[in-house]
């Protein structure tokens, strides 16, 4: 037997394994110490090439009414799942490594001493460099922890933990640390030159993120990564409303839109470069 995949949803899988089973196709459903996920296994090992193509038509549309009407033919479509909340830690901790929960623990404690002791005593250990502390150098990446509200701060880190731990997750701790300090030191460079150093918040790695994961996503969906569509839409249409002030908000727009050229450019490299591979 050949390990196929995992995927985080048994019902989907059911019905992945129900339309192979259509295809004469012979997939097995085993759990892991993971909540909800579970591996798929091939029996017959000559098959591999065929299953991976429809595997990666699977990722693309798992929705697809071809799946749910093979569960239906199999008589598997009303088969019994147990399932729980997710919102517990253990899940949560899951989901994410050691890079997601040591940035994340690093910016709410950021802000809690920013409440503390004033925002400006803080700003001047952690924002962007002027002129002379070029010199202190983790000043380059730690604007990424500055946050000005709770709001700010909780939409950063619910993205973060989503995307960031995907990536470490499926992919590996360095490369989670590769995509935020590049994308935080070029974000950050972008934003000092509208802003000076009077800016803060981890959306320029955010940014950065959603569009390195959405890319991979579509184009090495085998990796295990992705975001919805809807997502990337939605982020280009912030970066309009950002852009024209629809709201009179004040948006970091030249750290959200180079940090999501950044990821685009680093997912690009990534995934044609492995394809070449």
């Known amino acids: 037997m050949i390990h196929i995949t995992s995927i985080s949803n048994p019902r989907l899988a059911q019905a992945f394994i129900d339309y192979m089973a259509t295809q004469g196709i012979d997939l097995t459903m085993r759990p ?3 909540p909800h996920v579970v591996e798929l296994w091939l029996t017959d090992d000559s098959q591999f090439s065929v299953v991976e193509r429809e595997l990666n038509q699977f990722t693309r549309d798992p929705l697809n009414e071809r799946y749910q009407a093979a569960s239906w ?5 009303g088969i019994s799942l147990k399932y729980h909340s997710n919102l517990n830690w253990d899940t949560l901790k899951n989901q994410s490594g050691p890079i997601t929960i040591a940035v994340s623990a690093l910016s709410i404690l950021v802000y809690i ?3 503390l ?3 400006s005593e803080v700003m ?3 924002a962007w460099p002027n002129k002379d502390q070029y010199l202190e150098v983790w000043r380059w990446v730690s604007p990424a922890l500055l946050h000005f509200s709770l709001l700010h701060l909780l939409f950063n880190l619910v993205l973060w933990w989503y995307l960031g731990g995907q990536v470490e997750r499926n992919l590996s701790n360095g490369k989670l640390v590769e995509i935020t300090i590049v994308s935080a030191f070029f974000s950050g460079w972008a934003q000092s030159l509208f802003s000076g150093s009077h800016f803060g918040g981890l959306s320029g790695v955010v940014y950065a993120l959603i569009s390195y994961v959405w890319l991979t996503g ?3 969906p085998q990796k295990g990564i992705g975001a919805p569509r809807g997502l990337i839409v939605i982020s280009i249409i912030w970066l309009f409303v950002g852009y024209y ?3 009179s908000l004040n948006i970091a727009n030249a750290a959200h839109f180079s940090g999501l050229f950044i990821g685009l450019l680093m997912g690009l490299w990534d995934n044609r470069r492995k394809q070449k591979n």
């Open 73 to 77: 033919q199999t008589g598997k479509a």
């Open 32 to 34: 892991t110490n993971e």
């Open 113 to 115: 001493l920013m409440l």
């Open 124 to 126: 001047s250990w952690l």
């Open 245 to 247: 002030d629809m709201f």
């Open 218 to 220: 579509e184009m090495s």
């Open 117 to 119: 002791m004033g925002g």
